[in-house]
């Protein structure tokens, strides 16, 4: 139908303006405070470009001024950070494409209407490409502003970008879709979410191990090849030269040392088209029955195994209210599939986590006392930011997956104490079995001292507690009931003022530790007698800190939970 303008918009434009015109209404007559969080989020973006440009413009900086092979080395970056998008632009398109294309709510009414199979694919392949590909696009703005600083790149390249940049895109998209739709004809839709879910995970589980052979680390230390000119020959080489990760990479740094080459952009438009003109084709032939198919449901029976009956045991001592609520959210987390098929790639991350742990040259030229104590301090942040995302991803949205339940609970006779704590305990505990698991096996690994293994399990122990009261905190003082993807609701304006607030938490509680610890390791080593009262001090404010922001959140958020009334 014609716009505004009187033009008559192109057929597949005019499939996307509804969700257009929703997204600009949100926007615009938008609930109270919504300026108020556009305004932190814009903060907060701004200042993790500025960030993540920081670092990488500074390590470009000093490649840049390595002759010979400091072009070589950010060139390999470069591959290794284009060929972790193109992983992620793959696994979330074809996620994406199963609800674009088969789950979505407007389908039964698309399908039905006079709309041609190549309009509803053209239309659908676009709002699957940017659903998965903004988040990408945000993480490649400051990495392309740093390599076009770095390298001085003129207006040549940000041409080059935009053309490399855009097929890129379309080929995950295209890719994944056609992936998708030969699943649903194979199997139903519902089940295929399932199946969807292993298969992302298993995947990107595969990509992480790939990492680990791959051993990137060893560019970085030339010494290990038996002469400069292997070296070199090893960086010139190209590591997968049928990705599209690797021509666009060629692209990029092809504008920026002017030798720029156009066979890889060619093979990016013409590998984008083919796929598109191939996903048009099996959507033709295809499309129906997989929609048919789509509407089919997956049975699925309630029985009570083994493991239930145990923990009906074990939780007997709670009473009957609480060993309930206990058992409700153990059922609800492995019903979904999103949520327990992640455990999947949460163990294979640790397993490569404390592999690379396994590989850091602890002894030799330039490891000095300071380096060797600060190692355990890292490993403690790091395992604290991994408590963080897991905490973001599983306790966060937990009152907000109550849904329209929600009101159900809300009007019995149960307090919401209860139902508070009985989340809280149920994602602490396995959280705090991971948490301590990884910090023990890590420091065994790196050897220290009895006194550093003590406060780095008591340290992640309190800190395991206080993430876990902030994402339950903020969960409910900000829930999501009306969201239908438990995955989407991290990623909320709760979600990310709690992952500011857990990244803050974890720097005040090392900086509390570090300084004091450090002094009493090297009056130690000295053979001096240490200092104690800066050392209780600090452990003593880095434990009221881990504590304020376990039970201070719990409670608002209890007092958020009694104000409720869905």
């Not at 294979?348 to 301090?377: C, E, Q």
Request: hydrophobic fraction near 55%.
């Amino acid at each position: 139908m014609p716009d505004e303008t009187g033009a008559r918009p192109w057929p597949f434009l005019a499939v996307l303006r509804p969700k257009w015109l929703t997204a600009r209404a949100r926007t615009v007559h938008g609930e109270k405070g919504r300026a108020v969080r556009w305004t932190v989020l814009g903060i907060v973006g701004l200042a993790f470009w500025a960030v993540a440009f920081g670092l990488l413009h500074r390590v470009l900086r000093y490649f840049a001024g390595v002759d010979e092979i400091g072009a070589l080395l950010a060139g390999r970056l470069l591959g290794i950070l284009v060929l972790s998008f193109l992983s992620i632009l793959l696994l979330s398109n074809i996620i994406a494409a199963l609800s674009s294309f088969f789950l979505a709510k407007d389908l039964d009414l698309l399908v039905s209407s006079p709309v041609d199979w190549l309009t509803l694919y053209t239309s659908r392949l676009a709002e699957t490409a940017l659903h998965s590909s903004w988040m990408v696009v945000l993480l490649a703005l400051p990495m392309l502003t740093a390599y076009g600083l770095a390298f001085s790149g003129g207006p040549g390249f940000v041409l080059a970008a935009l053309a490399g940049f855009l097929p890129f895109l379309v080929i995950p998209a295209a890719l994944g879709s056609a992936l998708t739709l030969t699943l649903v004809n194979v199997f139903p839709a519902r089940r295929t979410r399932d199946i969807l879910s292993v298969i992302g995970v298993l995947a990107a589980a595969g990509l992480v191990v790939l990492f680990r052979l791959i051993r990137p680390e060893q560019l970085a230390r030339p010494e290990g090849f038996r002469s400069l000119v292997e070296f070199i020959t090893i960086l010139r080489g190209s590591s997968s030269p049928f990705l599209p990760s690797d021509w666009l990479q060629q692209v990029l740094m092809g504008s920026l040392t002017g030798r720029f080459d156009p066979l890889p952009l060619y093979l990016l438009w013409s590998t984008a088209a083919a796929l598109v003109v191939l996903g048009a084709l099996l959507h033709r032939a295809f499309y129906p029955i997989g929609f048919t198919k789509a509407q089919e449901g997956a049975q699925r029976f309630a029985r009570e195994g083994t493991g239930t009956r145990f923990l009906r045991r074990v939780l007997a001592p709670l009473g009957v209210l609480r060993r309930e609520l206990v058992l409700k959210e153990l059922r609800v987390f492995f019903r979904d599939s999103t949520q327990w098929s992640q455990l999947i790639l949460l163990a294979v991350l640790v397993a490569v986590y404390v592999v690379n742990i396994r590989y850091l040259p602890l002894s030799g030229d330039g490891m000095t006392f300071f380096i060797v104590n600060v190692i355990p301090f890292l490993n403690l942040a790091l395992s604290g930011f991994v408590l963080a995302s897991i905490a973001a991803r599983f306790l966060f949205p937990a009152v907000s997956l109550e849904g329209r339940t929600w009101w159900l609970l809300r009007s019995s006779a149960m307090s919401m104490r209860d139902l508070l704590w009985a989340k809280f305990w149920t994602g602490t505990l396995p959280l705090l079995g991971l948490a301590v698991g990884i910090v023990v096996v890590t420091d065994v690994l790196l050897q220290v001292s009895p006194f550093m293994f003590a406060v780095s399990v008591g340290t992640i122990t309190l800190m395991t507690f206080a993430i876990a009261g902030l994402a339950i905190g903020f969960g409910t003082l900000y829930p999501r009931f009306e969201s239908e993807n438990a995955a989407q609701i991290p990623t909320s304006f709760g979600g990310l003022l709690f992952m500011m607030t857990a990244i803050a938490l974890i720097g005040v509680v090392l900086v509390l530790e570090a300084r004091p610890a450090y002094e009493w390791l090297s009056a130690r080593s000295a053979g001096e007698a240490p200092a104690a009262s800066s050392l209780v001090a600090g452990l003593a404010g880095a434990a009221a800190v881990c504590l304020l922001a376990t039970f201070l959140p719990l409670r608002l958020a209890l007092r958020r939970l009694d104000a409720i009334e869905r």
